[in-house]
């Protein structure tokens, strides 16, 4: 199964992109499924550290399913003045 990132290799979303933005060089798959989703992934984290330190939050769940019956979990962190989605 290909990687969700894949389709920034794809040729017609790379020819999207070029007619936007001619110079810009898109990632690739490989960059965005790994050291650009973990540093976004770190930054978010220390984020919400910052955010949530010694605040009284709400944690709320909700699920279904995909159209392969598989469980898709959706989960949030709330305080007064933020939501943080997991």
Avoid: W
């Amino acid at each position: 199964m290909p990687s969700p990132f894949s389709g920034v290799e794809h040729p017609t979303f790379s020819d999207f992109f070029k007619s936007l933005c001619p110079e810009y060089i898109l990632p690739t798959h490989n960059d965005l499924s790994g050291p650009l989703v973990n540093r976004v992934s770190d930054d978010l984290h220390s984020a919400m550290k910052v955010h949530l330190d010694g605040q009284t939050v709400t944690l709320v769940e909700d699920g279904s399913s995909n159209v392969h019956n598989d469980p898709v979990l959706a989960i949030s962190v709330q305080t007064e003045n933020a939501t943080f989605f997991f």
